[in-house]
């Protein structure tokens, strides 16, 4: 199950969640803990690509590539 997946299923759990009703702030806690997973996927992804774009740098010429480098605020 991936990021995305466990991020959907933490939403319904919080929101269908009968048998104890959650607080606001424990479904706030819920959707950070999905937030942060899925950043970190994220991440993991943006340097697996990286490092791969480097092992073949040396093999073949590529453009240049794009990347938009701002670092944006984790709420």
């Known amino acids: 199950m991936n990021s995305i997946d466990r991020f959907q299923d933490d939403v319904w759990k919080a929101i269908n969640s009968s048998s104890a009703s959650l607080s606001l702030a424990e ?3 819920v959707l ?5 997973d899925l950043l970190m996927q ?3 992804r943006s340097k697996t ?3 791969t ?3 073949t740098e040396g093999r073949k010429e590529s453009a240049p ?3 938009n480098r701002k670092a944006s605020p984790i709420v």
């Open 27 to 29: 479904m706030v806690g």
């Open 32 to 36: 950070e803990h999905a937030k942060v």
């Open 42 to 44: 994220i991440l993991n």
């Open 49 to 51: 690509e990286e490092s």
């Open 53 to 55: 774009e480097e092992s």
């Open 65 to 67: 590539k794009l990347v």
